[in-house]
């Protein structure tokens, strides 16, 4: 290791000698002729290209105009001494301020190759950018781009102004303007359409690469959204896609929210929008993402003393900008944000997923962000910036992804079941109430044919307000995870296991009604419930079991929750397990299983229709509980069924009776020839089926 940091610093060593000792001085005038002469196939487009940094001469010029955006003439600019032009090195940067423009030019000679040349300027962002030029002392043509001027050539990965200059043979002058408020680090290549081609299709895999990663996730973020119905997943979905957006449309975040061309929009306005949606998005999603955040104090007090910084900074600096005062108030309100930013994650990190990954890339994108609006005010040199910008939002996308999306909740096992049984939990995997009550219905015909009893177990988080406030929502649904493992774990795989809502569960078990068979079930489900609590899970600790019969109690969730919850409020301090109907209740689910299985029009058993009746509130029998069972599970009340049945017979014995007294009498009249009765001696009624 102490090798390699000796070479390393022997690099950087010989790297400053080396650009300290370069020449980089400006020149009035460059000759291309023996370059373009050596181009090996001049008639085929070979690639060229040339950087005119410390080619040129510039200078800074106060406009004769009050708007930059009107071009100096450029025959002024040519006549123009060359003591008032700087010889300073071309990679140095100015500082433009309002009413400033620097100017530059120089001459090309050209010896053989006639060609159209781009001339490009790597720095995107500038306000308006005037290219003048002229043939052979000819008359001068202008060309203009800019931030707030549509480009006919939109670059891939940055927005830079280009401009198509004919290069015939012979000798071409060229004056450049730039109007801009800022910081000015514009190096400038004359590019063939080759060199132009190739230079924008080199930024197509990382852009594809990192647009495709942020579009993924994005659609990932949707996903889980409408899986778990949350803000949080929403706002990461929504800060990955306008990322990739931003690289690729290439004008930055401004263009998404405010267009660069927008004459509505001062430049102030713009950038002040456009730096506060960069900064402010990370700590929106962070927010969203920790929804027990906001209740904290010390939050508060740092939201209030960042915004009191940033007004004050701006309201004691020149609001302006893009002058070179206002670098430092922009400065002070990024950082403050970025305080925000850190502490949000930080807090989020704390107390809502303890996940380093999602910690890390919010504050990634943060950080890239900037970046990138620091190329937007000329802060860094673009190409460091863009750079920049795009290497730490693709960690920040990786990081996020693989934090977010294929950790948390169980990841990509949860969405594969979520998405293919609408009957699951996507929390736990387990049956949701639907799907519980689904697995009632069928256990309601096992137990007919099979003619055994089942057990319903109801287990509440008891203070899930509290829990969510101690742990975070992370945490506490953490603990449900594992809680509803314990739960599976503890019963057979035939046994339905649900969570019914958000803060219980609900168990259904096929079972021989016993009491100590029941019993033990319970205690081992509490064992390794309390097993939790001993292991750093606090929302066992407080576990306790509502226990009901079926058939004895209804087959609908809402009635066997509410009951077994009525069983709870009642239960003795020191105890865990409370059973509705009583710890005999398993007797009368016995007596009515039985009761059901065999023919309904037998009489009931007299002792269990009035043990039934003592635990049941007044019902008379068991028919009538297994009526008001039926009610309430088919939504009708099915005892009009018999009451019809038995007016229809009565109906019938009654015509029947008739029947005989009409033959009777007439027989004793001589008159009992081939009688038939008629409808109306029949009452109109029709015999009941079965």
């Known amino acids: 290791m102490k090798r390699w940091m000796l070479h390393a610093r022997r690099f950087l060593l010989l790297g400053a000698w080396f650009l300290s000792i370069s020449p980089a001085q400006a020149a009035p005038q460059i000759d291309w002729g023996d370059m373009l002469q050596r181009l090996p196939d001049q008639s085929a487009g070979a690639k060229l290209e040339i950087d005119l940094r410390g080619r040129w001469e510039r200078t800074l010029v106060g406009s004769v105009e009050d708007s930059n955006e009107k071009p100096i003439d450029p025959a002024l600019i040519w006549a123009w001494p060359a003591e008032r032009f700087s010889s300073k090195p071309g990679s140095q940067p100015f500082i ?17 190759l006639a060609s159209d040349f781009l001339l490009t300027v790597k720095m995107p962002r500038l306000d308006v950018v005037h290219v003048s030029y002229r043939y052979d002392f000819g008359s001068w043509t202008t060309l203009t781009a800019g931030d707030r001027i549509p480009m006919r050539n939109w670059s891939l990965a940055d927005r830079q102004p280009s401009f198509n200059l004919p290069l015939p043979p012979g000798q071409m002058d060229v004056v450049v303007q730039f109007a801009h408020r800022g910081v000015v680090d514009a190096p400038m290549y004359l590019q063939n359409h080759r060199a132009f081609f190739e230079a924008r299709m080199a930024n197509v895999l990382p852009v594809g690469i990192f647009v495709g990663i942020n579009s993924v996730m994005a659609l990932m973020g949707v996903l889980m959204t409408l899986n778990f119905h949350k803000t949080g997943f929403l706002s990461v979905a929504v800060m990955s896609l306008v990322v990739s957006m931003a690289l690729l449309f290439g004008s930055g975040l401004g263009g998404l929210l405010v267009g660069t061309s927008s004459p509505q929009f001062n430049d102030e306005a713009k950038m002040l929008i456009n730096m506060s949606w960069a900064v402010l998005l990370p700590s929106i999603a962070a927010m969203a993402l920790s929804i027990r955040l906001y209740s904290r104090a010390w939050w508060w007090s740092m939201v209030v003393f960042s915004c009191i910084l940033a007004l004050v900074s701006l309201v004691w600096i020149d609001y302006n900008l893009r002058d070179q005062a206002a670098v430092t108030a922009v400065g002070v309100l990024i950082i403050s944000l970025l305080f925000v930013v850190f502490m949000v994650a930080w807090a989020w990190y704390r107390s809502y997923s303890q996940n380093t ?12 962000l900037v970046m ?101 929502e992370q945490g506490f649904e953490s603990g449900m995870v594992q809680i509803a493992a314990s739960l599976t774990t503890s019963v057979s795989a035939t046994d339905g296991v649900a969570r019914i809502s958000r803060h219980a569960f609900g168990i259904s078990v096929l079972m021989q009604p016993d009491s100590a068979t029941a019993t033990r079930l319970a205690q081992k489900i509490l064992t390794r419930v309390m097993a939790l609590a001993a292991s750093g899970t606090p929302l066992c600790a407080t576990a306790r079991l509502g226990m009901a019969w079926l058939p004895l109690n209804s087959f609908r969730i809402d009635g066997l929750e509410q009951r077994c919850l009525e069983a709870l409020e009642t239960l003795e301090t020191g105890k865990r397990i409370a059973w509705v109907g009583g710890a005999q209740s398993y007797i009368e689910a016995e007596q009515m299983m039985r009761a059901m299985s065999t023919n309904p029009s037998d009489p009931p058993v007299a002792p269990a229709a009035n043990a039934y009746a003592s635990t049941t509130g007044g019902e008379s029998n068991l028919y009538d509980r297994i009526h008001r069972i039926e009610r309430e599970m088919l939504g009708v009340d099915t005892r009009f069924l018999e009451e019809e049945a038995d007016r229809m017979s009565r109906a019938l014995n009654e015509a029947r009776d008739a029947q005989e007294r009409d033959k009777a009498h007439l027989a004793a009249q001589g008159q009992l020839n081939d009688f038939e009765p008629t409808e109306q001696q029949l009452g109109r009624q029709k015999p009941w089926p079965g």
């Open 96 to 112: 433009l301020r309002s009413g400033e423009r620097m100017v530059a030019r120089w001459t090309v000679f050209n010896e053989k």
């Open 357 to 368: 990954g999602v910690a890390l890339g919010l504050l990634l994108y943060a950080s890239g």
């Open 372 to 472: 990138l609006f620091t190329a937007y005010m000329g802060v860094w040199s673009v190409e460091r910036s863009s750079w920049s910008f795009a290497t730490i939002c693709m960690l920040a996308s990786l990081m996020l992804m693989r934090g977010l999306f294929l950790q948390h909740r169980m990841g990509r096992q949860v969405l594969s079941r979520a998405n293919t049984s609408p009957l699951r939990d996507v929390l736990t995997g387990l049956l949701n109430r639907d799907g519980m009550q689904a697995h009632l219905y069928r256990s309601r015909e096992r137990m007919r044919e099979e003619q055994i009893c089942a057990l319903f177990i109801y287990m509440p988080v008891l203070d899930a307000n509290t829990a969510l406030e101690e742990l975070g």
